[in-house]
């Protein structure tokens, strides 16, 4: 079942991987939870830099970053170490499942995700040769084919925005979501 805008989502704290329990909603902010693929990912690697880079202007907007991966935390906090956002390991795909967030072959398949694969994994290699990441899992926990997904959380706990990918790397943009943010009425942020 797939969230829309007007849904809601259960408060809850979340358990990242580093640092104190993350409260969603945030009835102080907005929050962009994630869903992204498995740690060490090498496309979801390249999407996290373009949040890390921008990560201010991202706070500065209003908004709260969560990125959950289907893996365990013991395997994330090899991958994630000084991302500035809380990462959740959800490997038994629980929020995933309640998200309507979906696996799907066309993950990889899909010819608009060709050349971000290529990229991605010429980054990558090039990095974990030089010792600056780690290589995944050969099997990583949850396979290889999930497919991104995005929403935006007004703090009453109202889905404000979402987007399911069609492929490994079909998820906002920064400058999407600071626009969906800037465009969010003030009564769907606090």
């Not at 992204?36 to 201010?56: E, K, M, Q």
């Not at 994630?80 to 309640?98: H, M, N, Q, S």
């Not at 010819?111 to 974990?128: C, D, S």
Request: hydrophobic letters at 40%.
């Amino acid at each position: 079942m797939r969230l829309a805008p007007g849904s809601g989502v259960p408060a809850r704290e979340l358990t990242p991987v580093s640092g104190p329990p993350v409260a969603v909603p945030d009835p102080g902010r907005l929050v962009h939870l994630q869903f992204r693929r498995f740690a060490g990912c090498p496309i979801c690697n390249l999407h996290l830099r373009s949040i890390t880079v921008r990560h201010d202007e991202i706070e500065a907007a209003g908004i709260r970053e969560v990125v959950v991966f289907h893996s365990a935390a013991e395997e994330l906090r090899e991958h994630v170490g000084g991302l500035p956002f809380a990462v959740i390991g959800d490997p038994r795909k629980r929020l995933y499942a309640e998200f309507g967030v979906e696996s799907a072959r066309r993950a990889l398949l899909d010819p608009r995700v060709w050349w971000t694969v290529a990229k991605a994994a010429a980054v990558g290699t090039w990095k974990i040769a030089r010792g600056r990441e780690r290589a995944p899992k050969p099997r990583p926990d949850g396979g290889r084919f999930g497919l991104p997904a995005d929403f935006l959380i007004g703090g009453d706990g109202r889905v404000v925005a979402a987007k399911y990918g069609e492929h490994a790397y079909d998820q906002w943009t920064v400058d999407e979501l600071l626009s969906l943010a800037a465009h969010t009425p003030a009564s769907e942020r606090h």
